[in-house]
């Protein structure tokens, strides 16, 4: 998913960046700058709930929109995603023109 996720990115111009799960990409958040993070609510040793939380607690990482792009469909999930920070849910399989869509009015491309 990763891949296609990043291949669809690329394909509109960005220049994504992958992390292996969410304790990955909060390591890669202390070395690196981005304009916006799209996580799976399902990850191994930090789940996308938990790694929302993480980025919301940075001051320097606070404001990043966060997209979490999950099988999840169920409510309450998606209503604890938010509490914790997250800006957008999509819900797999995706749409591929919805993703970019989606990451161009979050970027303000």
């Known amino acids: 998913m990763r891949q296609m996720?990043?291949?669809?990115l690329e394909s509109a111009g960005y220049a994504p960046d992958t992390a292996v799960d969410g304790a990955d990409a909060i390591t890669k958040l202390d070395q690196n700058k981005y304009q916006?993070?799209?996580t799976d609510l399902n990850m191994p040793n930090l789940d996308?709930?938990?790694m929302i939380r993480k980025v919301r607690e940075m001051p320097q990482h606070a404001g990043i929109p966060i997209v979490m792009l999950?099988?999840?469909s169920d409510e309450t999930k998606k209503m604890e995603g938010k509490a914790a920070?997250?800006?957008g849910w999509i819900v797999k399989p995706f749409d591929q023109a919805?993703?970019?869509a989606v990451v161009n009015k979050l970027?303000?491309?």
């Not at 996720?5 to 669809?8: G, I």
């Open 5 to 8: 996720v990043s291949f669809t």
């Open 36 to 38: 916006l993070i799209i």
């Open 48 to 50: 996308g709930i938990g």
């Open 70 to 72: 999950t099988t999840e």
């Open 85 to 87: 920070g997250a800006t």
């Open 98 to 100: 919805k993703l970019v």
């Open 107 to 109: 970027i303000g491309a």
